[in-house]
Nanobody, 125 residues
Framework: VQLQASGGGLVQAGGSLRLSCAAS????????MAWFRQAPGKEREFVAA????????YYADSVKGRFTISREIAKKTVYLQINNLKPEDTAVYYC???????????????????WGQGTLVTVSS
């Protein structure tokens, strides 16, 4: 699976962005699709995930209520809608994908073999 992330940019606090992750190269029916982010000087952290086949979504506590993960099957694209952006949301956002991920492991970056190149989100105060 190849992943291409896009949609980042410079936004004022309180604004919104929608990040996209276009997938190619493989069927995704058994894949967990996820977003992680890495702020300057910090480790990469889990943000959100969902199964490509649908069903439950998973979020880090720090983003619940502001971030929404979704997917568009026809475009083989996963989205991350980010509302009410805060300066602490500034980071490079990465999409990730992996088959066979169980629910209790969705937030572990080590279980994902497939990563996009990242897209930078900068939030000004």
């Amino acid at each position: 699976v190849q992943l291409q992330a896009s949609g980042g940019g410079l936004v004022q606090a309180g604004g919104s962005l929608r990040l996209s992750c276009a997938a190619s190269g493989s069927t995704l029916s058994n894949y967990m699709m996820a977003w992680f982010r890495q702020a300057p000087g910090k480790e990469r952290e889990f943000v959100a995930a969902m199964r490509w086949s649908g069903g439950n979504t998973y979020y880090a506590d720090s983003v619940k209520g502001r971030f929404t993960i979704s997917r568009e099957i026809a475009k083989k694209t996963v989205y991350l809608q980010i509302n009410n952006l805060k300066p602490e949301d500034t980071a490079v956002y990465y999409c990730a994908a992996q088959s066979g991920v169980i629910a209790t492991s969705v937030s572990r970056r080590g279980v994902y073999d497939h990563w996009g190149q990242g897209t930078l989100v900068t939030v000004s105060s």
